[in-house]
């Protein structure tokens, strides 16, 4: 049996059962499912994805969408800007064809699909031999391979997509590309690989060499940027938060969080919240626990504030009054945070 057939079977065999498997496989649920589980955890991305496919069931009913009922059935997996750009391709495709392209060349042309992207629709719907690289698959190659370089990048990167390729040759190339992606997410894990149970291990060359993990090497990792900020949880008498859009910045804006600045050394906390808010507030304010939050390469430490208001105070028109437990707005998971730690009970 060759390695490509050995492959296929232990992924038949051992897949793990996620609602866009399906036979025939959904060009628009694969696409969707892809661009949720980018750098997500894919427990997280189950529930996001039914849930976005049950209020948006096909591409048409996603173009009709505003864009805010898109961030919120995104919200909490982040990366927004990937929401946004399946909005824009929805709309796009729904005024040309109606369908997806089939071919990894004519996917790439879309907005918000990459090489990665185009090839696992091209391969697992239409089934084009074309090899893709994610992490998982990198980890995999360069393991079995014993490639020394960088996996996503030149030669390193050519030779173990040659490598998938070849592969392919007799099979379906969508299950090469998501047998592999599935090795490296439960078996060749980063670390304490399970080597006894890879159903390629006699040919993996760091397993011969007795190190493993001295594969991939390691990447070079972007500097952190350390924030501090401060967020103002204001509560109205029947437990409702008062929440405001984000029209600055790039990584949250057009969601919706209480209203929060970075902290200012210069510039006592309490003044810092009288001027942060958009209403006259009462003097009393309690402080909670400060909370971790990262954003990409942003590591945040917030500090949050809490301060209680009459029933009848005047908003600004940018606020909302809303159930912290279900907003019912596109938001980010530090509301999450916000309502579970900052303040326990």
Known sequence: MSDASRLVAWFRANARPLPWRTTPRDAYATLVSELMAQQTQIDRVVPK????????????????????????????LGYYRRARLLHRLAFEVAAGSGKLPSTAVALENLPGIGPYTAAAVASMVHGEAAPLMDGNVARVGSRVLAVSGDPRKGRAKATILDWIGGLMRGVQPGEVNEALMELGATICTPAQPDCIRCPINKRCQARLDGDPEAYPPPRQTRSSIRLRWLVVIVEDPAGRWLLRRVTEGPILRGLWLPPFAEIDAEETIEAQIRRLLPLKIPSIIRFGSPIKHSITHRRIEVTPARVGVDAHVEVPTDCV?????????????????????????
Request: aromatic share 12%; no cysteine; hydrophobic share 45%.
């Open 321 to 345: 009054w809303v159930d912290p437990e279900s907003p019912n707005l596109p938001t980010s998971s530090l509301l999450a945070k916000l309502r579970a730690t900052a303040f326990p009970t």
């Open 49 to 76: 994805f039914e849930a976005f496919i049950l209020r948006f069931p096909n591409l048409s009913a996603l173009a009709e969408a505003t864009e805010d009922e898109v961030l919120e059935l995104w919200s909490g």
